[in-house]
């Protein structure tokens, strides 16, 4: 069973979150402050964090700096603050998923599903497979219907970050943010651009639009 770390200072919603989770099939490992959170994730093995921001005593922007350092499991920062420099600022620190409260718990056991089962789509050539589609991180090479794609660096990053969030809408921000880099300011249809070219190599599947949103990759 994969083993949860949730840091949350709000009785409530720690335990609505926990239960929701529990009920979904994971082990989940509560904690009311920063500083317990360290405790248990020093004391514990664990597969996946979820930590709010805002809590007491180390907040939870240190304790993703602290876990980072010690290991590669996915996190997901929870927070009352929406502000674009808030999420670039949890994205930098090694962040994997950021979601703003209020949030549902289907989307959050959603982000849950998709970070944990990265590591279950990589074979020991360090590669991802979905259906015809295979991207070798190793050697950046991708496989597509037996045939090697030619991709640009910027159109093997954006799929390589698709596939390992299939079935998740991306922004186009969230593209730019971590494809270009945080100090890009670029058109927004720079994405489009890059997007319309992958689909034309990947012979018009997987890549959907979601409107208002972004991209999102499906397992055809």
């Known amino acids: ?43 514990n093995t664990f597969d996946l964090a979820i930590l709010d921001v805002m809590v007491p005593k180390i907040d939870g922007w240190t304790i993703c700096r602290k876990i980072r350092k010690e290991s590669k499991i996915p996190i997901i920062m929870l927070t009352a603050r929406s502000t674009e420099d808030d999420e670039l600022f949890g994205f930098d620190l090694g962040a994997d998923e950021y979601i703003t409260k209020p ?31 295979e991207i070798d991180s190793s050697s950046h090479r991708v496989i597509f219907f037996d ?27 969230r593209f730019l943010n971590q494809i270009w880099g945080f100090d890009y300011y670029g058109d927004l249809r720079t994405v489009d651009t890059h997007v319309k070219q992958l689909r034309k190599k990947l012979k018009g599947k997987h890549i959907k639009t979601v409107r208002g949103v972004g991209y999102r990759f499906e397992e055809e």
């Open 103 to 133: 949030f549902s718990l289907k989307i959050l056991l959603a982000r849950v599903k998709v970070l944990l089962k990265r590591k279950d789509t990589k074979t020991e050539e360090n590669s991802l497979k979905v259906g015809k589609l």
């Open 147 to 173: 045939e090697i794609l030619d991709l640009t660096p910027k159109e093997y990053d954006m799929l390589l970050m698709m596939v390992e969030n299939k079935d998740i809408a991306i922004s186009r921000e």
């Open 1 to 43: 069973m994969e083993r949860i770390l949730l840091l949350e200072d709000e009785d409530k919603m720690r335990k609505v979150v926990k239960n929701f989770l529990v009920k979904a099939g994971y082990e989940v490992i509560e904690a009311c402050d920063g500083e317990e959170a360290l405790e248990l994730f020093y004391e």
